[in-house]
């Protein structure tokens, strides 16, 4: 049984409204907006270039030092953190107008032999205006292994899980195997925060960050531990 299933059960997603009051998304967006790591990325990636925020990776073990040094996370890990989990991947994303293609969350796999998609992605939502049109996170069923390139707009009858719309104080936990996108919108800024959450193997986990962070700001990584 995977950890995914043992977590979310059979539907391999779930959601959980207002798990963070307004005072405390205010107070986790202020912090990120006002971090020194906090800019535009300007690399060659194209499914972040032109992104507003920074990331994050750590290890279980140096949760301490991520809480000490960006204190107006702490709530943020609190409510997504997985216990079973031991190495984590966390973005602070100001989504692009354009949306994001389907995909799957796989962080750590440059650290593992072969593929490997994180075990739950854990999504909060930190702001998206109610006049907001489109935004949606769409989640299919099926991995990427399990079916072929999937397009916005061309997804296969009962192919789509859940299309959830964002909403300040909302997190999404799903398997992280699952293809997911976000639809293209219009309207004000789409912010929030992306959790990979891994538990993997003592000897792939000591290849892994203690604790960097990934500066947009300066196009750098940052080895904080």
């Avoid at 202020?30 to 300007?42: A, L, P, W």
């Avoid at 750590?108 to 205006?129: H, K, M, Q, T, W």
């Avoid at 789509?160 to 004000?188: K, M, Y």
């Amino acid at each position: 049984m995977s950890l995914a299933w043992r977590v979310l059960g059979e539907s391999g997603l779930r959601l959980r409204p207002n798990l963070l009051c307004p005072a405390l998304v205010e107070e986790v967006l202020s912090g990120v907006r006002s971090s020194q790591y906090f800019g535009k990325n300007r690399g060659s990636h194209d499914f972040y270039r032109n992104t507003l925020g920074f990331s994050l990776a750590f290890r279980s073990s140096h949760r301490p030092q991520v809480e000490a040094h960006l204190p107006f996370l702490r709530p943020l890990l609190d409510v997504m953190l997985q216990p079973e989990c031991n190495c984590f991947f966390l973005t602070l994303l100001g989504a692009r107008p354009d949306g994001q293609r389907y995909h799957t969350d796989n962080y750590f796999e440059n650290y593992c032999s072969g593929p490997r998609p994180s075990d739950l992605v854990s999504v909060a939502y930190l702001e998206a205006d109610e006049a907001m049109v489109g935004g949606e996170l769409v989640v299919l069923k099926v991995s990427a292994d399990e079916t072929g390139p999937v397009r916005h707009g061309s997804e296969a009858a009962g192919q789509v899980l859940r299309v959830v719309r964002p909403s300040p104080g909302l997190v999404v936990d799903f398997d992280g195997r699952l293809l997911h996108a976000v639809r293209a919108f219009r309207g004000a800024n789409r912010v929030s925060a992306v959790l990979e959450q891994c538990r993997l193997p003592r000897q792939i986990v000591r290849k892994t960050p203690r604790f960097s962070i990934f500066c947009q700001k300066s196009n750098e990584e940052l080895i904080l531990a």
